[in-house]
Each structure stands twice: as C-alpha cells, then as structure tokens.
Nanobody, 117 residues
C-alpha cells in the first residue's frame, strides 16, 4: 500500500473553484479504485467521488454531481478533484482514499476546504 498526500485545499468564496490533488508514494495499479471523501464538523465521513482503476468508471455523491469532477493519472500515481460552483455546505476536510479490495485501504491526512458565503 502507498502513502497518500493531499494538496490544494484552502479558503474560497461561494461560487468559486478549487482543485484538489492527491499524490501516491508508489504505483496505484494494484488499487481497485481511488476516491475522495469529506468530513464536516459533527458529521460522518462521506464519499464525494471515486473512480475505478480499470476502466475509469466514476461515481459521484448526488450533492456534487455536475459541480465536481474526479480524474486520475495512473502513470503519475495522482488523483484530482476539480470543484466548481462551491457552496458553504462543501466546507469539510477532504481525504484521498485508495481501495485495495480485500487487501485493505489507505487514507491521506486530509486537506481543509472552507467555502465562505
């Protein structure tokens, strides 16, 4: 399993955009999928979007469909989340996640995204 490091979080006004990136310390070819989760204060961690390693099939939470786009560059072991039309309710710590199926999971340390109204 690899170590995951997120970057790109910050403070943005409502309606603005941010691009999150996740760099893996090694190859991600052995993953089943990679994704982004988020956790707001007092709430459970929730899936934002994920993408399968084979085929690049994407899946989004209903709350971000049409606004967020997940992408991965397998050869560079990177994952991105383009977030447009941000809303205050998108405020959370965003975590990069790697799913190795039966072999377990890896998590990044998280990056804070704050959207002001």
């Amino acid at each position: 399993q690899v170590q995951l490091v997120e970057s790109g979080g910050g403070l943005v006004q409502s309606g603005g955009s941010l691009r999150l990136s996740c760099a893996a310390s090694g190859s991600i070819l052995s993953t089943v999928a990679m994704g982004w989760y988020r956790q707001a204060p007092g709430k459970e961690r929730e899936l934002v979007a994920d993408i399968t390693t084979i085929g690049g099939v994407t899946n989004y939470a209903d709350s971000v469909k049409g606004r967020f786009t997940i992408s991965s560059i397998i050869g560079k072991a990177t994952l991105h989340l383009q977030m447009n039309s941000l809303k205050p309710e998108d405020t959370a710590v965003y975590y990069c996640h790697a799913d190795y199926g039966l072999r377990g999971r890896s998590w990044g340390q998280g990056t804070q995204v704050t959207v002001s109204s």
